[in-house]
């Protein structure tokens, strides 16, 4: 009997859980779910005979050794400012450790005692980052094994709502934690273009998307992560000429988008005081140079657009020229328009969502250049059963699986983009039905 | 004898220690300075006979607690972050408490049993908050008590280098925390414009600079605070038709300041990774639209302006076009730029700084509009007595005087708002030298 304890009962943990207990039975596995909300916990585990639910408050550390010590692997879906301590208990207590969070330098700095304790400690075990590493190395790997020289890498996620749910003029919905939306291009975002680093302000993170043909899908706009030169030494690719890892969207999502970051109510620094007293439009307005004319003029005016233009036409649908109160006593301009969103933006009834990722890699093989595009499209079920929540809590139930029974051996802390780790779950995730497409092109 | 506990000694402690120990012999007083740094604390007494310095980790609650038992007023000028737990020891333990910092929500919600207990907490007791605040209560109150109706509340306030030392052509050395320097401008301000409420987002606050003509001293630049709301109710003026608080500058600083957001050098999140190969010119050409011709030229085109403007000027003064590399390995925008504004904006040898702030209040009386006008204009006398680290330990140091002989008796949890503080703290500040000059006009 192995013990399996996940740390977290939110919602990134029920496909997560629902795999662990469909595997119970035959792998001889008690799964434990420890939360601080133990209905939450109970929840997951529905009187499932391998299950237990417990509670834990984290920050108790006899509890939280109590629990650790009694199990075989952990997998934390904590917040990630907490997985140090579990990451500190585990290797006292010589337990593994599976996350789905980026791994910190913190963590990554215990790498040596974790290998020579035996220990296997994987992060970025989900979707962007997870599947994104995995696949990408795959990949990489091939090409190089193969001969070819990669001089351009270029890499796309996006978290959509399927077309046969997209019925509003954004072609958006929140199918994620909704954190991530309005903090999407807060930062500056870099990438290599040509040798040279490029820079882009978070305030003009929108501006320029770029237009992706994703294959078997249709165009989509793309505009640049925070984070695309961080995984250059991670993947091996120190000497190619550019390098860009970005964020998809519907065509026309950047363009709006942009017109909210222009007028300001993106920004989640400074407390708008009493927006209780406010409404939507007055909101917008004081955003606005001080002018007159009809407040749509004006905001067309602002943006450079006619008042006829798309964007005027969903940022109204959006209800900002509206004369609704704002629904927040007091909250920064990215929290009231966050909490609108939530609102406008949210997935009903038989929506499904859609993860897409394309990796497009260009190589010199034999004096010519030559083009490897490899493509998920991957569509969720239902509400509760989508393609995100697949694959943030398969990846992780896939190495845990392999840990439990003595198929991954990797003792140190990992990212996901070793063969050793990379190889066996993307072939897990295969037999779940999660498949890359890939398709050859030579260079014009 | 009375106690009184220092926690912290940090450079804003130099001026109220020096005051604390000036009094102590005459009211029989034990001044004693806690820091996790001994010597620091050790420094600021400097061997004085009615002073102690001791070594103190705030975050063990133990040690906290035994020495705030054994004080009568405890002054702290720890972060903000770590004044609740310093104030729940007062409460419990039964003492004063002063701070400069702004008062927190945590800390107002005690303010019933603070009351009760018969305790006087008061925070927002240095300047920018505080001297700002007790300056411009004597005056809403006068106004309000000779029959005017105000209707428009303007007060600046900016630290500034002395006309005398002023040196670069930035008009700009850092006075005080550098960071608030980076920090400035990020996040909505906001202010009442005509009985509306105006926002304008930190990546446009120094687009629009208002002139300020500050008696005595000249024309200044004044861009918006994020905060100038927050003191609406505090100040009685829930009626005024125009509300504005903002931060002075000296001509020029704010078109060129604008200047480094807008090319998205003072962005505060995103690493900028492999920092460390990376120069000062390949940086800001990384910000650049990509192009062609001389790197000077470029830029000029980017913001709009001839490449012999004075913002070129003062943007290569900074060295941001020179091939020097940057001296950080690792960090944002915003690191980087602060990194290099700390050696090229640093007071040096007789570099003196001022502080300058200014309310200008119109009000309706006896059927006409009328405007008072009121202006400090206080210089430092050196690097080490600036008039910044007086304006913040004066008010400190004249509050905890007055407690201390009885003079302050105001139970509760408050802001130097009330006349019962800011008259006796602006009195016993005149007779330090801080004196406000008003000046009445008509408006036309």
Request: glycine share 10%; net charge neutral; aromatic share 8%.
């Amino acid at each position: 009997m192995k013990n399996i304890l996940v740390i977290g009962a939110g919602r990134s943990s029920h496909v997560l859980i629902e795999f662990l207990l469909a595997n119970a039975e035959q792998f001889r596995w008690l799964v434990t779910v420890a939360d601080a909300e133990p209905s939450a916990a109970a929840r997951r585990i529905n009187g499932h005979k391998h299950g237990l639910s417990v509670w834990l408050d984290v920050n108790k550390p006899n509890d939280r050794k109590d629990l650790i010590k009694r199990s075989d692997l952990v997998i934390s879906l904590l917040p990630a400012q907490l997985h140090l301590k579990v990451a500190k208990d585990c290797l006292l207590l010589r337990k593994h450790l599976l996350t789905a969070s980026y791994l910190s330098p913190d963590i990554e700095s215990m790498h040596d005692v974790v290998q020579g304790s035996g220990l296997t400690f994987i992060s970025e075990l989900g979707v962007d980052p997870g599947i994104d590493h995995m696949s990408a190395m795959r990949l990489i790997e091939q090409i190089k094994g193969q001969g070819g020289d990669i001089f351009d890498f270029r890499s796309y996620t996006g978290g959509l709502v399927a077309p046969d749910s997209d019925d509003n003029p954004w072609h958006y919905k929140i199918t994620w934690n909704p954190q991530n939306v309005v903090m999407a291009g807060q930062g500056t975002a870099q990438y290599l273009d040509q040798n040279k680093p490029r820079f882009v302000p978070g305030y003009r993170v929108f501006e320029h998307p770029r237009i992706v043909e994703v294959h078997g899908f249709g165009e989509l706009e793309m505009y640049p992560n925070r984070d695309s030169l961080l995984y250059q030494t991670v993947y091996g690719l120190d000497n190619v000429t550019n390098m860009i890892r970005g964020t998809l969207r519907y065509p026309g999502f950047c363009s709006a988008w942009n017109a909210l970051v222009k007028i300001g109510l993106t920004e989640s620094f400074g407390m708008i005081h009493n927006t209780g007293g406010l409404t939507y439009r007055r909101l917008l307005e004081g955003f606005l140079p001080v002018g007159n004319g009809p407040l749509k003029s004006r905001l067309a005016q602002y943006l450079g657009v006619a008042v006829d233009n798309e964007i005027i036409h969903k940022i109204e649908w959006l209800g900002l020229l509206s004369s609704t109160s704002v629904d927040l006593s007091n909250g920064t301009a990215a929290e009231i328009l966050l909490e609108l969103l939530l609102r406008k933006w949210k997935m009903t009834g038989k929506d499904r969502d859609v993860v897409i990722m394309q990796h497009e890699i260009y190589y010199r093989k034999n004096h010519s250049d030559h083009l490897k595009v490899s493509t998920l499209i991957y569509e969720g079920e239902s509400l509760k059963k989508t393609a995100m929540a697949k694959l943030v809590g398969w990846p992780l139930g896939v190495a845990a699986k392999l840990l439990m029974t003595g198929q991954l051996d990797y003792p140190g802390i990992h990212r996901p983009t070793n063969r050793r780790v990379y190889e066996p779950v993307l072939d897990g995730l295969q037999q779940l039905g999660v498949n890359f497409i890939e398709s050859d092109g030579s260079e014009g």
